[in-house]
């Protein structure tokens, strides 16, 4: 089992200007499709790989499994928000997770990604498949960069291209160029060949992720960094590095260019 010090020293930092002010949305391309696991990992990633603070968001519209998968600890009293401290945890890497209520839904996103970007924390949503949902349209209006998420199998990739037509004809063909796909490998051995998928939407799309089978995630309970592929830490890297074309830059940049 690969110890938490070591992990951090082999994890690269995504190359994003300005990490605090990221926020990024992750939806479900089609059901199963690891939007969980992927903000859950993109948060990691951003997390020890730049020492942002970052709040990870249950933004799903019946309640998604994000504070179960996730909460490793308590929140310490700096960093909670009375309106959700009955819902608020932090993950195993640091970040701080918004989970759903008992009713389910814990408001409007963009007021809550309003309320996270005054405090100076970076931004992850985990929308699951409500994106098209019109909670969510405001925040996606707002401009953070989608990441769409779906296993890599034949019937799921095929809903996934029905989700990526659908979000081109509400927010327009240009949206698209904004949008990371990430593909997730949830069997040792490939199911499908993706290869053409990914040479299809790679020329639409802001870029094309795999994450590689990995069976820490592919477990029940509650995620665990330190136990994580280094492969994995990776790919979640690399769509961080993707986001970052987008991302806002810091003041310091825009004065200086």
């Not at 909460?71 to 997770?97: I, K, P």
């Not at 989970?99 to 931004?123: M, N, V």
Request: hydrophobic share 45%; aromatic share 4%.
């Amino acid at each position: 089992m690969p110890e938490k010090s070591r992990i951090v020293t082999l994890m690269r930092s995504p190359e994003i200007s300005n990490p605090a002010a990221l926020s990024a949305v992750i939806v479900a391309g089609s059901g199963g499709a690891a939007s969980t696991t992927t903000a859950f990992g993109l948060s990691t990633a951003l997390r020890l790989g730049t020492g942002c603070e970052v709040s990870v968001v249950d933004t799903t519209s019946d309640g998604g499994n994000l504070l179960a998968r996730t909460a490793a600890g308590t929140v310490a009293q700096s960093q909670r928000l009375r309106q959700f401290e009955d819902t608020m945890a932090v993950t195993s890497a640091g970040a701080v997770v918004f989970g759903a209520g008992e009713e389910g839904s814990l408001g409007d996103p963009a007021l809550i990604d309003e309320l996270l970007a005054a405090r100076g924390s970076a931004r992850v949503y985990d929308a699951g498949s409500a994106f098209r949902s019109p909670r969510l349209t405001r925040l996606i209006d707002s401009g953070p960069p989608l990441v769409v998420t779906a296993p890599a199998r034949a019937e799921p990739l095929a809903r996934l291209r029905a989700a990526l037509k659908w979000l081109a004809a509400t927010y327009g063909q240009d949206f698209l160029s904004e949008t990371v796909v990430v593909l997730s490998h949830q069997a040792p051995k490939p199911m499908v060949d993706v290869s053409g998928v990914r040479e299809a939407l790679e020329s639409r799309t802001a870029g094309v992720v795999e994450i590689p089978f990995d069976p820490v995630l592919a477990r029940p309970g509650v995620l665990d960094h330190t136990r994580i592929s280094r492969a994995t830490f990776e790919a979640w890297t690399d769509v961080l590095d993707i986001i970052g074309r987008f991302a806002p830059v810091s003041e310091e940049k825009e004065n200086l260019a």
